[in-house]
């Protein structure tokens, strides 16, 4: 594959992603795990084209990062298509397919920000979480005018609680983490609160309530691609809470061009066509079975 004359326009990605699609599927088709090697296989070759546009020194930051779209969206259309052709995608396998891509595509603006002075942080794992928790409450407990043996009564539950806690594997990692003019975020991105999420919420309230107590002015985000009227309540209880601000639809790529620099929702209505894009076979499948309808972002 020869990449050096290449315009990155999206005709020309997409012919040579077609190309180089073929032959892969024409290796793999009929063999165990065909989707799993195709995909593996396919993304060597995105990765590839990535790594041309990242040297490329002549490039300002957002025609960099213009490019790099391009050629995410390309290939997310090329594996659709080849997807369904080795096993014709089902409502579910579709819906979650099309959410999925669109969380990777939104995180691009951050690693290839056009915004400067944004740093990648690290989260707290859950034993650092809960060390500083912990050494924090035994300095209130100390302040409190309780018995020695009350003191230790009450640490005992404490310890208990946080066993208990434990032992359901909350997790504080959330999609992204960074640092902008000394704020630290920490985001969460959702496809859409549309089915039952309430193992979900009750995680991230816990979660948001630990980072907001580890450091008051930490900024829990939570970025949902539906427009809040497709959500269910689940969303609402979250929006209610103190513990994260939460963005629908429109508002999250404002709050992404805020944070990043870059004008993703405007990218995308320029670029992203995803009924003409796709091939005739693929879209002409979606649409008779309805699932045309969820090629939106």
Known sequence: MRIENLTYKKADLLNLLRAVGTDIYEEVKGKK??????????KKITERLIKAVVENTELSNE?????ILMVYYCSYIVMIEFRNRMRPYEYMDFTRRVGELWEPFCKLCWKYTSEEGIADT??????????????????????????????????????????LVASGEIKLESDLHFEKAGIKYNVDF?????????????????????????????????LVRAEESENNHY??????????????????????????????????????????????ETIGYLRRNNLNQYLRW
């Not at 025609?63 to 490019?67: A, G, S």
Request: proline fraction near 3%; charged fraction near 30%.
């Open 33 to 42: 795990n065909q989707i799993t090697k195709m995909n593996t296989k396919f």
């Open 63 to 67: 025609e960099r990062l213009d490019k």
């Open 190 to 222: 959702k496809s859409g609160f549309n089915s039952n999420e309430k193992g979900n919420t009750n995680r991230l309230l816990m979660v948001g309530s630990i980072y907001k107590k580890l450091d008051p002015n930490y900024e829990n985000i939570i």
């Open 235 to 280: 969303l609402q209880t979250l929006k209610n809470s103190t513990q994260w601000n939460v963005y629908c639809g429109q508002e999250t790529y404002d709050k992404i061009e805020e944070l990043t620099g870059f004008p993703l929702k405007s990218w995308i209505n320029q670029n992203i066509d995803w009924e003409n894009d796709l091939d005739s």
């Open 122 to 163: 690290i989260p707290p794992t859950f034993d650092e979480a809960k060390l500083q928790l912990l050494k924090d409450l035994h300095s209130f407990i100390d302040t409190i005018s309780l018995t020695e043996d009350q003191k230790q009564e009450l640490n005992r539950y404490l310890e208990l609680m946080w066993e």
